[in-house]
């Protein structure tokens, strides 16, 4: 009976032993690569913050740190800086997360907290703040494919120095969607009860949804990990595919059509504009601003016009050089970027 147990015991021994061995050299190559994966994403990343990485002349991680172990590899900086000298924005956000997991590659989700402060170089400054952002994106070989973003809270307040005026944006949520599309860059929003307010602090115009779904010709590149090309807004090409405001009450106004924007800064297109419900933005516009009551009124009547009699139809928003015109109606400027 010794014996027998003797060898029960040995036979339990020669069981446990390689496996508790299997174990140890398992969880010690899955640290070594752990460690090695998050070498290879730091050296990736101070590569592109370096000095010679066109992403570096744009955005600065600041107190850079890759950690996570053991079932994720994290990013984190305390600051986001920005300094676009190409287009006139510099500026800065605050503190980054982000996380992928180990065992799903290639999906990252991050967080961001603000504010974000960005000022031009024509005097235009913008402050915006939110309750929480969070983003899920998923990355191939080249780059990034997509990217979903959802903002609670969104609040924006854009300063003009030239003019003085303050425009104060509040939305209670908002969804960004980027993907890549072959060369081209594809992006897409939607904010939900967006209201303006001016300088007094009042709000003239009743909150809206705002849909925007906009194609960025030859954009891609922006999207890659090595050797990102920044956009260049002089020069830029791309395709308003929808851009849907809607104020209630039936008042609903849809854009699409191609935009460019010249080496001068200038915006030029041809956009197709469905607009429903004319008597009713007609009333709302002059219930806001009594000044253009005059203005609101011929150009009602030239869209129920243009619409056969109709409150609602289609017409031309005509962009040259950043002179716009509705069908037949003068509406102003826009100013060079």
Known sequence: MATSSSMVTRR???????????VIILLAVYTAGWFAAANYATTKLERAFDGSS???????????????FPLRISLKCSKITVNDRKNGITGSVGAFRSAAKIFKP?????????PAIMQTSTGIATSVQWDRLDTSMSVGIVGLENQATVIKALRTNISNAVTGTTLTINASEGQLNIQRDSDDLLTSSRFTDVNFQQNDGTSKVPPMTADLDLKLIGQADA???????????KGLNGELRALQLDVGEGRTITASGPLAIDQD????GTLKLQI???????????????????IAKLAAKGLKMAFFGQNHGQVTLQITHGTVVLGFIPLGNIPPI
């Open 106 to 114: 290639g999906t990252i989700n991050w967080q961001l907290n603000g």
């Open 276 to 294: 429903n419900k004319v008597e009713g933005w007609r009333d709302m516009v002059i219930s806001a601003y009594p000044e253009t009551t005059d």
């Open 12 to 22: 339990k021994r020669s069981i446990v032993f390689p496996a508790v061995l299997s």
């Open 223 to 233: 999207l890659n990990i090595e050797n990102p090309k920044p956009i260049d807004l």
């Open 54 to 68: 066109p992403l570096a002349s744009v955005l600065t991680c600041a107190n850079m740190h890759v950690g996570g």
């Open 265 to 268: 800064g200038y915006l030029s």
